[in-house]
């Protein structure tokens, strides 16, 4: 396409990408996005800040077109206050969280039942480095977390579900204090329990979201969490905690999350856990909006200066979603047709028939490429596919349509032309004619290989250009 059409898609994703439409069963749910970049302000760390910063956007975009009403409270905003409304959900059931900043396990000695008891805690920090313990959330939240999934991308918050010291009685465990239970399976990737929530988090220590890791890939835990989050948010109805998991791992390192370097020990000292149910669904969406050019046909090799074309065309829609959108057909990047208001429902396709009209000044004699682009609708993500193009086509000299060793034409009529032309002579595009019908021959574009055809073909007989 050329650059002013260029320009005016991505004008319209900027503007569609924060637009949101309603989907089902997701009112009433909140999605907080927490993160804490007090240890990363001091210039050391800019990749990983930036990483934080997109990553923190995309969460909540992709929360957004899903019908969450959605806090993004990453960076100053991940105040103390903030992070106990994100564990409670902020009072929304079927609520998710996420979280990424230090985490810290300190132990202290504590006096109960006469006893000394030396006691672990876990702790995140709020964007000014104020520790917030696991405690202190669970007696926020005592009432019960309307949570369904939380994420903390933080180091040993998930060294345990939790539970209540045995000395003190004192509960501990971000876990427990996220989700206010303490029934969650320890491995709910390969034994999911029935809880209706999920926790994800980190035994021991977790990587920054710019590490390399294992096949040097750049940024591996960046591109994990966004392809995650694509997965278990914009195609949630497909997708449980665990298929995302999956996908997300594979699409980075090429295998599942159970052999990732997510899972494994030999590239980092902690490893990735999934507590309670992995096989929940955060999202009803069926998959992002998306619609597609899946083909271009021009019906010939040439067209005569002059006269028509048309062009088989077909328009998808892979998404999840109705939609209604115009598709345009372009030459060499030319636009010669836009049908509006084609209606898809999710998964099907349309076979459209555009007529290039070769007529105007702005279509001197030449090869030209076909293409035809459906523009992108609100929310829509996936662009790449929206644009296709097929083989090239001659704008030449009426009565040009054959080759003298190849079926493109030569720019000549000649001999080879009318002996084509009369090869196919009573051909029609039916398919009721007495011979083949060849749309190169049918060069007034009326569906018949006739004498008007011929005329025009020995009209310019012995013409060449240039």
């Known amino acids: 396409m050329n650059a002013d059409i260029k320009a005016y898609g991505g004008s319209l994703m900027v503007t569609f990408l924060f637009l949101s439409f309603a989907l089902p069963s997701c009112s009433a749910k909140t999605s907080s996005v927490l993160g804490s970049t007090w240890n990363l302000n001091t210039g050391s760390f800019p990749d990983e800040l930036e990483a934080h910063i997109s990553l923190a956007a995309m969460i909540a975009d992709y929360s957004s077109i899903n019908g969450f009403s959605t806090h993004n409270w990453h960076g100053n905003q991940t105040t103390v206050s903030n992070i106990y409304q994100a564990a409670l959900g902020c009072n929304d059931n079927g609520s998710i969280s996420f979280y990424i900043g230090e985490g810290d396990n300190p132990w202290f000695w504590v006096y109960a039942n006469w006893w000394w008891y030396y006691e672990q805690q876990y702790c995140i920090y709020d964007n000014c480095g104020n520790s917030v313990f696991d405690s202190e959330i669970l007696s926020q939240n005592w009432n019960g977390s309307w949570n369904q999934f939380v994420l903390l991308w933080s180091c040993e918050q998930g060294d345990t579900v939790g539970g209540y010291q045995s000395g003190s009685g004192k509960p501990y465990g971000m876990p427990f204090a996220w989700l206010r239970t303490t029934s969650l399976s320890i491995n709910g990737y390969t034994s999911p329990d029935s809880s209706g929530v999920a926790f994800l988090g980190w035994h021991g220590d977790a990587p920054y979201l710019t590490d390399d890791v294992e096949a040097n890939v750049e940024a591996g835990c960046l591109k994990f969490l966004n392809n995650f989050y694509f997965q278990a948010l914009l195609c949630g109805h497909n997708n449980s905690i665990n298929d995302a998991l999956d996908k997300a791992a594979y699409g980075v390192w090429h295998t599942g999350f159970i052999n990732s370097p997510l899972r ?203």
Not at 312 to 333: D, L
Not at 407 to 435: E, H, I, Q
Not at 451 to 461: E, Q
Request: charged share 10%.
């Open 264 to 466: 494994q020990t030999m590239w980092w000292p902690g490893y990735m856990v999934v507590y309670g149910d992995g096989n929940i669904h955060i999202s009803d969406s069926f998959g992002p909006p998306d619609v597609a050019v899946t083909n271009v046909l021009p019906l010939k090799t040439a067209v005569g200066k002059g006269y028509c074309m048309n062009v088989s065309v077909t328009a998808a829609n892979p998404g999840g979603w109705n939609e209604t959108f115009p598709v345009t057909a372009y030459a060499n990047e030319i636009p010669f047709q836009t049908q509006f208001n084609l209606t898809l429902t999710p998964g099907s396709s349309a076979n459209l028939t555009f007529t290039w009209n070769t007529t105007s000044i702005q279509y001197p004699m030449g090869n030209y490429s076909i293409s035809a682009y459906a523009w992108p609708v609100p929310d829509e993500i996936n662009t790449a596919n929206n644009y296709c193009t097929d083989g090239l086509v001659a704008l030449t000299i009426p009565g040009d349509i054959y080759g003298q060793n190849s079926s493109f034409p030569n720019y000549v009529v000649n001999a080879v032309d009318l002996n084509t032309l009369l090869t196919y002579y009573g051909g029609k595009l039916d398919g009721t004619g007495s011979n083949p019908y060849y749309a190169n021959a049918d060069i007034n574009n009326d569906g018949k290989i006739n004498a008007p055809d011929l005329n025009i073909l020995l009209t310019h007989y012995g013409q060449h250009y240039p």
